[in-house]
Antibody, heavy 125, light 112 residues
């Protein structure tokens, strides 16, 4: 059974940093991309970024709203994905979800099939 | 960015009746590999989103066959043949072809 469990959320002041973790199990972590999404209170879903598998270079992509402030990384030996968030702003307040990004065919785009339950980040003074 | 527009934004359905949600994208979601990267998710109250449909019409593992997806290019539809109480929540379409991946505003489905 595929499982993703996020942790690391909490209350943080504007300008500070926070690191979220996504502990996974039930699949071969190194074979898949890992992505982060967020949902501000009462709002819709927003993609934050993803990290490709090593097979696809382990490179990252980010939403414009977080580029230069957020960094996604992965530890394939531990099956954990991370979201390092720096220079946090009040508008980063949201429930953050990690997801698996599966490529169904070589060269195809990512399918975000399994989602964790989310971890809440509140940025406030 | 690719804009995804869903209609209606809310829907109240009698159990056993059908429901339909439309999703339009601002640009084609047809990839050169012949696949169309349009997905449907359901976010039940208090839960994380769950994948229902991928590549326009393929049901994800465990999704009941009362859910079906159709469409091509820029126009897509999610249909529920007979709505059940467990189907309440917010339905989102999402495109995965163009970076960044983008979602529709969501359609809230309630039971009458």
């Amino acid at each position: 059974e595929v499982q993703l469990v996020e942790s690391g959320g909490g209350l943080v002041q504007p300008g500070r940093s926070l690191r979220l973790s996504c502990i996974t199990s039930g699949f071969t972590f190194g074979d898949d991309a890992m992505s982060w999404f967020r949902q501000a209170p009462g709002k819709g879903l927003e993609w934050v970024g993803f990290i490709r598998s090593k097979t696809y270079g382990g490179t990252t992509e980010y939403a414009a709203s977080v580029k230069g402030r957020f960094t996604i990384s992965r530890d394939d030996s531990k099956s954990i994905a991370y979201l390092q968030m720096n220079s946090l702003k009040t508008e980063d307040t949201a429930l953050y979800y990690c997801t698996r990004g599966r490529r169904l065919v070589v060269g195809g785009t990512l399918l975000f099939d399994y989602w964790g339950q989310g971890t809440l980040v509140t940025v406030s003074s | 960015d690719t804009v995804m527009t869903q209609t209606p934004l809310s829907l109240s359905v009698t159990p056993g009746q059908p429901a339909s949600i439309s999703c339009k994208s601002s640009q084609s979601l047809l990839h050169s590999d012949g696949k169309t990267y349009l997905y449907w998710y359901l976010q039940k109250p208090g839960q994380s989103p769950q994948l229902l449909i991928y590549e326009v019409s393929s049901r994800f593992s465990g999704v009941p066959d009362r859910f079906s997806g159709s469409g091509s290019g820029t126009d897509f539809t999610l249909k529920i043949s007979r709505v059940e109480a467990d189907d309440v929540g917010i339905y989102y379409c999402m495109q995965g072809l163009h970076l960044p991946p983008t979602f529709g505003q969501g359609t809230k489905v309630e039971i009458k």
